[in-house]
């Protein structure tokens, strides 16, 4: 099997003050295992090869807001838009195209990420940023 390099394929946001990982992307190409895969158990590996779809990118989330699991099947119009969402130079405005619950994190005032940590009183209320911007 094919393997290329996970940076290619691995895109992630660390928080703007302790680096700790808010969100993680993974793709996968059409064809293509993703990078996790050879760390997964038999469970995982088997619903993977059940539900994956041949022709389709493979798409797993892992962040504060959100997380898929094992993975979903991804569209190339979707894989374009979430990479483009994640380029560099970050904004929120960029990140929030991406339509990605919980925005990676990102604060929509200080144009930066940050982890669960530093998002004060995270609930039904909303949470504060530390610079005290609400979300
Ligand atoms: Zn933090
Ligand atoms: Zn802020």
Not at 3 to 8: M, S, T, V
Not at 70 to 90: I, K, Q, S
Request: charged share 20%; with cysteine; aromatic share 12%.
């Amino acid at each position: 099997m094919r393997q290329l390099p996970a940076l290619w394929f691995v895109l992630s946001v660390a928080c703007a003050l302790c680096k700790v990982q808010v969100a993680r992307l993974e793709f996968a190409p059409p064809g293509v295992v993703p990078v996790s895969w050879y760390s997964w158990g038999p469970e995982p590996r088997a619903f993977y090869e059940h539900v994956r779809i041949p022709g389709s990118w493979w798409l797993i989330v892992e962040s504060d807001a959100y997380e898929n699991g094992v993975g979903e099947n991804l569209g190339t119009a979707d894989v374009d838009r979430l990479r483009t969402a994640f380029r560099y130079p970050r904004t929120y405005a960029q990140v929030h195209g991406a339509d990605l619950k919980g925005d990676a994190g990102f604060c929509p005032d200080c144009d930066v990420p940050y982890c669960a940590q530093h998002w004060r009183g995270i609930g039904s209320l909303g949470a504060q940023c530390p610079r005290g911007h609400a979300r």
